[in-house]
């Protein structure tokens, strides 16, 4: 058995609770190592030492290097927590760990090729469709992740959109909210971000499942605004919905 695993993730947006959702993932693979009934044994089970890395390329500021704990979840701080796990995010955007990426060819390339899509979005204002065919197309001709793009063409541009239609939604949402002036508070503003993230997806005919599943969110959690939310249908004005909220 191996002496130690590490669980690698790529993230285009930050999100807190990693220690929580790796710990989940844990926990199924020692139950999948061990034999349950040789939990009961005298004998000391040993079992690999986890790991686990995050590689963010988010367009939302980020520190180069930042360990996210199970224990700030926690509603009660500890001074020693007895459960703790700890994730290591590495931001690999422009500027930040460059001489990782230069380590790790594929790292780097992989880089080359989200900054190029940004660019054909962002910058150059195509469909995200034709920018993510045309970035794949480029870095093919230049030897960039060239292998990895003919052999899975398909499934990288079908991911790049989803992916990157999320960012871009996640990018439009935090402008909105700071128009309607969200910022009033750090609960009233994560809650107007939710409910702006809410009402994207009920404009694109999204249950309230799957919208708690694409937002990482428990459905008991979401759905007093997703309720609310229905009521404004086709507008979705997300002010007058926080302000209906806000007066119930």
């Given at each position: 058995?191996?002496?130690?695993?590490?669980?690698?993730?790529?993230?285009?947006?930050?999100?807190?609770?990693?220690?929580?959702?790796?710990?989940?993932?844990?926990?199924?693979?020692?139950?999948?190592?061990?034999?349950?009934?040789?939990?009961?044994?005298?004998?000391?089970?040993?079992?690999?030492?986890?790991?686990?890395?995050?590689?963010?390329?988010?367009?939302?500021?980020?520190?180069?290097?930042?360990?996210?704990?199970?224990?700030?979840?926690?509603?009660?701080?500890?001074?020693?927590?007895?459960?703790?796990?700890?994730?290591?995010?590495?931001?690999?955007?422009?500027?930040?760990?460059?001489?990782?990426?230069?380590?790790?060819?594929?790292?780097?390339?992989?880089?080359q090729y989200v900054n190029r899509v940004r660019k054909y979005v962002y910058q150059e204002k195509m469909e995200l469709d034709g920018a993510?065919?045309?970035?794949?197309?480029?870095?093919?001709?230049?030897?960039i992740l060239e292998e990895f793009l003919r052999e899975n063409r398909a499934e990288v541009v079908a991911m790049s959109i989803f992916e990157?239609?999320?960012?871009?939604?996640?990018?439009?949402?935090?402008?909105?909210?700071?128009?309607?002036?969200?910022?009033?508070?750090?609960?009233?503003?994560?809650?107007?971000?939710?409910?702006?993230?809410?009402?994207?997806?009920?404009?694109?005919?999204?249950?309230?499942?799957?919208?708690?599943?694409?937002?990482?969110?428990?459905?008991?959690?979401?759905?007093?605004?997703?309720?609310?939310?229905?009521?404004?249908?086709?507008?979705?004005?997300?002010?007058?919905?926080?302000?209906?909220?806000?007066?119930?």
């Amino acid at each position: 058995m191996n002496r130690q695993r590490t669980l690698y993730e790529h993230q285009s947006t930050a999100n807190p609770n990693m220690p929580l959702r790796d710990l989940f993932y844990v926990s199924k693979e020692y139950k999948k190592l061990i034999n349950k009934k040789t939990l009961y044994s005298r004998h000391l089970i040993k079992i690999p030492a986890p790991h686990f890395i995050v590689f963010y390329n988010g367009v939302e500021s980020q520190p180069e290097t930042q360990v996210l704990k199970l224990s700030d979840l926690y509603q009660t701080q500890e001074k020693e927590p007895k459960l703790e796990l700890k994730v290591l995010m590495l931001n690999i955007n422009d500027g930040n760990n460059e001489e990782l990426k230069e380590s790790c060819q594929v790292l780097k390339e992989y880089m080359q090729y989200v900054n190029r899509v940004r660019k054909y979005v962002y910058q150059e204002k195509m469909e995200l469709d034709g920018a993510v065919e045309l970035a794949v197309t480029e870095c093919i001709k230049e030897g960039i992740l060239e292998e990895f793009l003919r052999e899975n063409r398909a499934e990288v541009v079908a991911m790049s959109i989803f992916e990157f239609d999320e960012e871009r939604e996640m990018k439009l949402i935090k402008e909105v909210e700071y128009q309607h002036g969200f910022k009033k508070g750090r609960e009233e503003g994560q809650k107007g971000y939710l409910i702006e993230c809410i009402c994207k997806k009920l404009r694109k005919g999204k249950n309230l499942n799957v919208i708690a599943e694409e937002l990482e969110e428990e459905v008991s959690a979401i759905e007093e605004i997703y309720l609310t939310a229905k009521k404004f249908a086709p507008e979705y004005d997300a002010e007058l919905i926080l302000q209906k909220i806000g007066s119930d």
